[in-house]
């Protein structure tokens, strides 16, 4: 190197020289090159997998700031500055961060989980520990859910992820489920046919699987009598409305009487 280029070079400015200032840009300009290379492999990679695209975007995001950290690190080094006290002054940092969030951190790691298994999706009815509704939205800490009622409820994934998730979308079809209690008086083949009947009438009655009509169970005063049948999911509720109605509507047609208690009152004359 010429004279004039050394001394240009050991220029310095306290314990930094020009030259080592070069060699830490020159580094830098590796480091983020490297960065973005590895980044661009990472994403092709994840693009392969079948984990969904928040997960990708999160797992990205972490692995971006871990590669910008060591960047730092690297850096820092070449410039001279002691490493080991800044690695320390971050462990410090990085623990009583962790201290202070660490309920957001639980529903950040159950929210990768829930992302990651997919009990559910958005658009999905479910019920969870939280409470139930329609999922609005999936984020990385909380699950926004719409209820019957026009309410938007946030419940923390933390809670989704350790509660049992009841998914009432996920399968095409609903069983609708009804029991009534009818007289002893009423022949059972009369009870069995109004109900077989009201279920062939509800809008969305699908005949496979076949609609069961059945004596659940005989009590004191009462036979009780089952009725199930199977509806597209989308028609659940109305199909389950719609069938509760039409029973009494047709027992009260064909003369079937449905049974409740009753209270007798006797009064005795004392005369």
């Known amino acids: 190197m010429?004279?004039?280029l050394t001394s240009i070079a050991n220029v310095a400015i306290g314990q930094l020289t020009l030259g080592g200032l070069f060699a830490a840009i020159?580094?830098?300009?590796?480091c983020?090159?490297?960065?973005?290379?590895v980044m661009r492999f990472l994403s092709r990679l994840l693009g392969k997998t079948r984990?969904?695209?928040?997960?990708?975007?999160?797992?990205?995001?972490?692995?971006?700031?871990?590669?910008?950290?060591?960047?730092?690190?690297?850096?820092a080094d070449s410039?001279?500055?002691?490493?080991?006290?800044?690695?320390?002054?971050?462990?410090?940092?990085?623990?009583?961060?962790?201290?202070?969030?660490q309920d957001v951190l639980a529903n950040v790691a159950s929210g990768l989980v829930v992302l990651t298994t997919k009990p559910f999706h958005v658009?999905?009815?479910?019920?969870?520990?939280?409470?139930?509704?329609?999922?609005?939205?999936?984020?990385?800490?909380?699950?926004?859910?719409?209820?019957?009622?026009?309410?938007?409820?946030?419940?923390?994934?933390?809670?989704?992820?350790?509660?049992?998730?009841?998914?009432y979308s996920a399968l095409k079809n609903r069983r609708v489920a009804h029991i009534v209690t009818v007289s002893y008086d009423t022949p059972t083949g009369?009870?069995?046919?109004?109900?077989?009947?009201?279920?062939?009438?509800t809008e969305g009655f699908l005949s496979d699987p076949e609609p069961l009509a059945a004596v659940e169970a005989y009590g004191e005063s009462s036979i009780q009598y089952v009725l199930r049948f199977w509806v597209p999911s989308e028609v659940y509720w109305d199909a389950h409305y719609q069938s509760l109605?039409?029973?009494?509507?047709?027992?009260?047609?064909?003369?079937?009487?449905?049974?409740?208690?009753?209270?007798?009152?006797?009064i005795v004359d004392e005369k």
């Open 245 to 266: 109605s039409a029973i009494r509507t047709v027992f009260a047609e064909r003369g079937i009487k449905m049974t409740y208690n009753h209270l007798n009152v006797h």
């Open 32 to 37: 983020l090159l490297i960065t973005r290379i």
């Open 79 to 101: 410039l001279g500055i002691p490493v080991t006290s800044l690695v320390a002054l971050l462990s410090v940092v990085s623990l009583a961060l962790s201290l202070a969030v």
């Open 190 to 201: 009369e009870v069995l046919s109004a109900l077989l009947s009201v279920a062939e009438h």
């Open 26 to 30: 020159i580094t830098l300009v590796v």
């Open 2 to 4: 010429p004279a004039d």
């Open 123 to 167: 658009g999905d009815y479910v019920e969870t520990s939280g409470g139930e509704g329609t999922v609005c939205e999936i984020s990385l800490t909380h699950t926004l859910l719409d209820t019957v009622g026009g309410q938007r409820v946030l419940v923390p994934n933390s809670t989704v992820a350790a509660g049992t998730i009841t998914n």
């Open 51 to 75: 984990l969904d695209a928040q997960v990708k975007k999160y797992v990205l995001g972490a692995l971006k700031f871990l590669l910008y950290t060591l960047t730092a690190l690297i850096v």
